[in-house]
């Protein structure tokens, strides 16, 4: 099992540009999250999924999309890139309230 | 989801037990506690969760009052690899929201 996998590891956008985050797990977990890290600070909830076709919103969505075509993927999309979007992002998945598995994270810089 | 409250850091010697306090004075009745840690920037690891008894695990043990408004989470014997900061998380529903946590530094 490879559990969650984030892909890119690491990323530089420049303001403006677009881009999705990927993220996958082998599990068969229903519950997927998306959160961001900044330097110093702990972790904010983007969005998350409880199934296949939900979404709903966390702390600080603005700025960002999802979508949950099947159990396994969970992307994340960034559409006009801002500086205060630069930081860690982690995804992870759970089976409903159990023990939550995060992925390695993908280092964003917006410049 | 209740709203926690954890000291800001704390350090432990080596070898030592490491109580970790947490209160979540709002917690309701079908509210989970969870805990987390983070060692340097890697990705959050889960420790340990309950709803009213005392847990244990092989890394942990997890102490809920009786009213449930606090918490304690033991590491029996801190190692240096134990470092990290450590997240109390009290949750009812779908999501799993993170507060600032305890750094716990362990000093050899």
């Known amino acids: 099992n490879a559990g969650v996998t984030q892909t890119p590891k690491f990323r530089i956008l420049k303001i403006g540009q677009s881009m999705t985050l990927q993220c996958t797990q082998d599990?068969?977990?229903?519950?997927m999250y998306w959160y961001r890290q900044d330097p110093g600070m702990g972790l904010k909830l983007i969005y998350y999924?409880?199934?296949?076709?939900?979404?709903d919103k966390g702390e600080v969505p603005n700025g960002y999309n999802v979508s949950r075509s099947t159990t396994e993927d969970f992307p994340l999309r960034l559409e006009l890139a801002a500086p205060s979007q630069t930081s860690v992002y982690f995804c992870?998945?759970?089976?409903?309230?159990?023990?939550?598995?995060f992925g390695q994270g993908t280092r964003l810089t917006v410049v | 989801d209740a709203k926690t409250t954890q000291p800001t850091s704390m350090d432990c010697a080596e070898g030592r037990a490491a109580n970790l306090p947490c209160n979540h004075s709002?917690?309701?009745?079908?509210?989970?506690v969870y805990w987390y840690r983070q060692i340097h920037s890697q990705g959050p690891q889960y420790i340990i969760h309950?709803?009213?008894n005392n847990e244990t695990n092989e890394m942990a043990s997890l102490i809920i009052t009786e009213d449930r408004k606090s918490s304690t989470l033991i590491l029996p014997h801190a190692t240096l690899r134990d470092t990290a900061v450590y997240y109390c998380?009290?949750?009812?529903?779908?999501?799993?929201?993170f507060g600032a946590g305890t750094t716990v530094t362990v000093r050899a």
């Open positions: 309950g709803l009213k």
């Open positions: 999924s409880v199934g296949a076709g939900i979404t």
């Open positions: 599990m068969n977990h229903n519950y």
């Open positions: 998380i009290v949750r009812g529903d779908y999501k799993l929201s």
């Open positions: 709002t917690i309701s009745g079908n509210e989970y």
């Open positions: 992870a998945s759970s089976y409903d309230r159990g023990e939550a598995f």
